[in-house]
């Protein structure tokens, strides 16, 4: 075959292949998916006119035209409330998407032109994007799946920290009195079950991650469901070989039973239905946030991120792999809402995230797949802004507080590393929380959306 031909069949061959490309937005909760797809749709939908995306090649040379809402293939899967979250932006005053409390989807078809035009390359070219949205106290049930009661009760982390043991210790005084082998009491299962509820209720308000059954947090359809009935027996004084022979009415048995049914029938639809094929991933971690809660709440954050992102499957894919066992060839790891810090600390944030989440990176490079770590803000809501003070320039961010009060604000210096103990108690860190400013064109502003759009797909743009 001729050199030029044999290149167009295998660009052609490529792009055939490549037409379709599942993006996993992983976050917990708060961490600002939903935001984050607002403005990734947005962007791209306004990709040829008003958005701001030059870091993405193919918008700044003109190629992407644009992107279409599509029917998506699950009917029974509610849309993204992308205009819902569009509106809420447009009020006066402007208000953050609502926050989610199911899954949604959303297709969308991108057209551009390749950039390098032949006789067989088609003038115009689409690429399928499927998104899809949860809420993010759901993601951390993944970890669940890779346990058995036993396990699962030995890992969670309940003597850990003051502030943590302290929201349970009521719960925990109860449930330590508790006879494994004794015959299981229904209605004490379900008082005690709500107490632990409650309890993962009071640490998510004081900002803790590692929660889990998730769906403890946000139970959706099966709000008093007798599967959302069980909880963790800490401290376990016989053994495992003990408790699994223990009868099946024994209170053990009970709830190990009641956990694998959650495991089969909750975890495991969800994890198969949303989380198993995915091209690409991005995760973002609200690290910025977490610096303002303190120690404690940072290093939660740190194992619940550990945890989860050992329930993907991460790898090069071949034609092969990518038709019968689709892995994730490609991440992101992000830090959200930059805008919450001036821009010459953004590369600490940078460097903050890569800390915070050493161990799955290290896992990832030995996988050989190509990371990259990066601040951004889907939506940004404040503006920098150079103040002067003792006679010299310093940088500061303007922006309006969710109260309405409009403030200039120097949040702090961000640590490049792992805050430590003196961190903690001389600096700290605070920052108010903004309301998303006012939108007069079509385009949302952002800080980096364009680079991480980029990453995630602008391969396949070209
Ligand atoms: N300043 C700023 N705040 C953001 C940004 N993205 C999200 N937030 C804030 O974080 C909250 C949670 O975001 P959301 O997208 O709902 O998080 P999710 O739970 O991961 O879907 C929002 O209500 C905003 O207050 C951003 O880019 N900039
Ligand atoms: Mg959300």
């Not at 490609?330 to 989440?357: R, S, Y």
């Amino acid at each position: 075959m001729r050199q030029p031909f044999r290149r167009e069949l295998s660009n052609l061959i490529e792009r055939g292949r490549d037409r379709q490309l599942r993006l996993a937005v992983t976050g917990l909760s708060q961490a600002g998916k939903t935001a984050f797809l607002t403005s990734l749709i947005n962007q791209l939908r306004h990709a040829g006119v008003e958005a701001q995306l030059d870091m993405l090649p193919a918008a700044r040379e003109g190629r992407l035209l644009g992107a279409q809402r599509l029917n998506q293939p699950d009917l029974g899967v509610p849309r993204f409330p992308y205009d819902p979250g569009m509106a809420a932006l447009r009020e006066t005053p402007p208000r953050w998407p609502a926050p989610t409390r199911g899954i949604s989807e959303l297709r969308l078809q991108l057209r551009y032109r390749p950039a390098q035009q032949g006789w067989l390359s088609p003038d115009i070219a689409h690429l399928t994007l499927d998104l899809f949205d949860y809420p993010g106290e759901w993601l951390l049930d993944l970890p669940l799946l890779q346990h058995d009661f036993y396990s699962w009760s030995q890992a969670q982390p309940l003597h850990t920290g003051d502030q943590r043991r302290a929201l349970f210790s009521e719960w925990l005084a109860e449930v330590e009195t508790l006879d494994p082998a004794a015959e299981a009491d229904e209605a004490q299962l379900a008082s005690l079950a709500e107490a632990y509820a409650q309890g993962l209720r009071r640490a998510k308000q004081a900002g803790f991650s590692n929660l889990q059954p998730g769906r403890f947090l946000l139970p959706g359809e099966l709000d008093g469901a007798p599967v959302l009935q069980f909880f963790p027996l800490p401290q376990l004084s016989m053994s495992k070989e003990a408790l699994d022979a223990l009868p099946p009415n024994s209170l053990y048995a009970t709830l190990a039973a009641r956990f694998r049914y959650y495991q089969q029938q909750v975890v495991r639809p969800f994890y198969r239905d949303h989380f198993r094929r995915f091209d690409r991933q991005i995760v973002l971690v609200d690290v910025l946030g977490a610096l303002n809660a303190g120690p404690e709440r940072f290093e939660d954050l740190s194992q619940a991120l550990g945890q989860l992102m050992q329930s993907f499957d991460y790898g090069k894919r071949s034609l092969l792999t990518r038709l019968f066992a689709p892995r994730i060839d490609k991440l992101a790891i992000a830090a959200t809402k930059a805008d919450h810090v001036t821009p010459d600390q953004h590369g600490h944030v940078v460097q903050l995230l890569e800390a915070l989440l050493a161990e799955p990176l290290k896992d990832l490079r030995f996988a050989n797949v190509p990371v990259k770590a990066l601040s951004l803000a889907a939506i940004r809501a404040t503006e920098a802004r150079e103040v002067m003070h003792n006679g010299k320039r310093s940088p500061a961010l303007r922006g309006t507080t969710l109260e309405g009060e409009d403030v200039l604000v120097y949040p702090g210096d961000v640590p490049p590393r792992l805050p430590t103990h003196d961190f903690w108690h001389q600096q700290g860190f605070d920052f108010p929380s903004f309301r998303p400013m006012d939108t007069p064109s079509d385009a949302l502003a952002h800080i980096r959306m364009d680079a991480v759009i980029d990453w995630l797909i602008g391969d396949k743009l070209v």
